[in-house]
């Protein structure tokens, strides 16, 4: 995190840090007490504030929670604190959050490739054409940053023709439309599974989609997802680095033998972490971004 902010120009250190457990399997209630917990603890220890340490979301976490950490914080120092609401981001826009922010780093991982892939010498090492119209893409993870990612890809005139995901994988080479696979999944007891239209389903080993044709592979879901054991089965041309970590040094080493250009995590999905910045200072300015602007216009 902290090289990635280097990277973005944020001024900012970094760290990863969270809760071992599983938010799907508990309920609302349960895990905003374990977050409203959380949220006490690091306080606690001085490790939480506007000034000391921002948190931002990240797996398992959404507007809601990052939310409740905001209410926390500020029922225990809002009285004294003036930028209590700048100790997290990723809120509702309501309470404090930015517009943009949920789709901010899937949306700035599609930038970084798209910037690349149209620049002729990157696509030369690549062995592709330039551009991503009529490309061939797998993601792995279709939470956030995957499905955006996808979304605005295919937006783009890319073809999503495989999407991988804890519970199963679906591939089809004419291609998905993310939106569609993403309304299916959102209803009840609806599983990436049970999607139609596809020429091939894996409920049991869904990672060996990562082996199926394409030009470029996304991982964007756990690090570590390319390694050893999995590296040399990639035929994708590119892999753009969604996750944080998602390679591994020796799946690096091996990705590189095959002459696979590997866009880094700290390069391709600082969208995120950018926007969030964006929010901390627009809590700490306690003016709405590009208000004095629109009412100069009016004017």
Not at 13 to 26: C, E, L, T
Not at 140 to 158: E, L, M, P, R, S
Request: overall charge positive; aromatic content about 10%; some cysteine.
């Amino acid at each position: 995190m902290t090289f990635k902010l280097t990277v973005a120009n944020v001024p900012f250190g970094g760290a990863k840090g969270g809760i071992r457990f599983d938010p799907s399997k508990y309920s609302a209630s349960e895990v905003e007490r374990i977050t409203r917990k959380y949220t006490l603890e690091l306080a606690k220890k001085n490790f939480i504030g506007p000034q000391i340490d921002v948190l931002g979301p990240d797996m398992g976490t959404n507007e809601q929670i990052m939310t409740w950490i905001k209410d926390t914080y500020t029922y225990l120092y809002g009285e004294k604190e003036i930028n209590a609401e700048g100790c997290c981001t990723g809120k509702f826009v309501t309470q404090g959050g930015i517009q943009g922010r949920t789709e901010s780093t899937g949306l700035g991982v599609f930038h970084v490739l798209k910037t690349l892939i149209d620049d002729e010498a990157f696509a030369k090492k690549a062995k592709l054409s330039t551009g991503l119209k009529g490309k061939t893409i797998i993601v792995q993870g279709f939470g956030n940053v995957g499905y955006y990612f996808a979304h605005f890809a295919h937006k783009a005139g890319a073809k999503i023709v495989g999407i991988i995901e804890r519970d199963g994988g679906i591939y089809n080479s004419e291609g998905f439309n993310p939106d569609d696979v993403k309304m299916f999944m959102s209803q009840p007891g609806k599983s990436i599974t049970n999607y139609p239209n596809v020429e091939k389903v894996e409920t049991v080993t869904p990672m060996k989609f990562m082996g199926e044709d394409c030009d470029i592979f996304a991982p964007c879901a756990n690090d570590g997802t390319i390694r050893r054991r999995n590296a040399d089965m990639i035929k994708a041309r590119v892999v753009v680095e969604g996750a944080n970590g998602p390679t591994t040094f020796i799946g690096d080493q091996i990705l590189e033998k095959k002459g696979i250009q590997v866009i880094p995590d700290m390069l391709a999905n600082v969208g995120g972490v950018t926007v969030s910045y964006f929010e901390w200072l627009k809590n700490l300015d306690h003016v709405a971004p590009g208000r004095m602007t629109k009412k100069h216009q009016e004017q």
